[in-house]
């Protein structure tokens, strides 16, 4: 039976692939990238099989991105901005998928440098692709307006990735600030993009009732 294209069907397909998002990102950014991080030798001659799963948890936040954008292109096609909006996401997208590279060589070493520099340069390139998807997420909160407070945290989290992303460039002290960044990222993200995840699922696309 085909799935009708309504924007009741578009807002949920949208909110249920940010959840994806969310707990595959979680899982592989807090277990396996730490992991790495932190015993670098011994997670990949121990754990190498956690490390296959994160990596294919990052395949999926590519994949379910683009869904996401697609989604939320054709649930708010008539806005000017919405385009715009989309290619930005798909860049990220885009980006985030080149970087995946550098994880699937971190099994083929075994030194802890090397271990080390290759996550490295995965996060340097996912990186920049956070710099469009922070431009996507301003855009998508001047697309979407309502709910207000929603839209608000959204353009904050978009200029907070954008922020992050020039400081690590050009900040040569950045690690002095890391954590002042990364609350200043994680904050209003979790906020917008949580709410307007679950204000898909529950109100998103469902026609408003007219004042009597």
């Given at each position: 039976m085909p799935i009708n294209n309504t924007p009741r069907t578009l807002a949920l397909i949208a909110g249920i692939s940010y959840l994806i998002i969310f707990f595959a990102a979680i899982f592989a950014n807090f277990f396996v990238l730490e992991a790495l991080l932190n015993a670098p030798e011994e997670t990949i001659s121990k754990s190498h099989m956690m490390v296959r799963f994160g990596i294919m948890a990052f395949l999926l936040t590519a994949v379910f991105d683009v869904v996401v954008a697609w989604a939320l292109n054709e649930l708010y096609k008539h806005h000017f901005l919405s385009q715009l909006s989309t290619l930005f996401r798909m860049m990220h997208a885009a980006i985030m998928a080149v970087a995946l590279f550098a994880l699937v060589q971190t099994l083929e070493v075994t030194e802890a440098k090397d271990i080390l520099h290759l996550v490295k340069l995965f996060n340097t390139i996912w990186?920049?692709?956070?710099?469009?998807?922070?431009?996507?997420?301003?855009?998508?909160?001047?697309?979407?307006?309502?709910?207000?407070?929603?839209?608000?945290?959204?353009?904050?989290?978009?200029?907070?990735?954008?922020?992050?992303?020039?400081?690590?460039?050009?900040?040569?002290?950045?690690?002095?600030?890391?954590?002042?960044?990364?609350?200043?990222?994680?904050?209003?993200?979790?906020?917008?993009?949580?709410?307007?995840?679950?204000?898909?699922?529950?109100?998103?696309?469902?026609?408003?009732?007219?004042?009597?």
């Open positions: 990186l920049i692709g956070l710099f469009f998807f922070g431009i996507h997420l301003i855009l998508l909160g001047r697309i979407i307006k309502s709910p207000k407070i929603i839209a608000l945290f959204l353009i904050i989290a978009g200029l907070m990735y954008m922020a992050d992303t020039a400081a690590h460039f050009l900040l040569a002290n950045y690690q002095s600030y890391s954590e002042v960044f990364l609350a200043l990222v994680a904050i209003p993200s979790i906020f917008g993009e949580m709410s307007f995840a679950i204000w898909l699922l529950i109100k998103g696309g469902k026609p408003k009732l007219a004042n009597p």
